[in-house]
């Protein structure tokens, strides 16, 4: 038998939770980019734009640096 855990996540964040209103933006990115970014924000209870805010703010943006576009690989560890 399986059971299915539904979590209710907010739709938007909370107003001024940084200090300043969220605007929409649009990007590209891969579909397994997509679901990767879909994973953690089921994982936390959070929206996509939530995780990319914390992602940004915690530093991951420095994990982008480390990229190698000629491998598709990290120079090093990236996680």
Same mark, same amino acid.
């Given at each position: ?7 209710? *996540?907010?739709? *938007?964040?909370?107003? +001024? =939770?940084? +200090? ?20 953690? =924000?089921?994982?936390? +209870? ?7 805010? *914390?992602?940004? *703010? $915690?530093? +991951?943006?420095?994990? /982008?640096?480390?990229?190698? /576009?000629?491998?598709?690989? $990290?120079?090093?560890? $990236?996680?």
């Amino acid at each position: 038998m399986t059971t299915i855990l539904v979590m209710t *996540r907010p739709e *938007r964040a909370e107003p +001024g =939770a940084y +200090g300043e209103t969220k605007k929409p933006k649009q990007f590209m990115i891969t579909d397994w980019a997509s679901e990767q970014l879909d994973l953690v =924000a089921s994982e936390l +209870g959070i929206t996509r734009s939530e995780v990319l805010e *914390r992602l940004i *703010r $915690c530093g +991951g943006l420095g994990a /982008a640096k480390k990229f190698d /576009a000629a491998t598709g690989k $990290c120079k090093e560890n $990236c996680s």
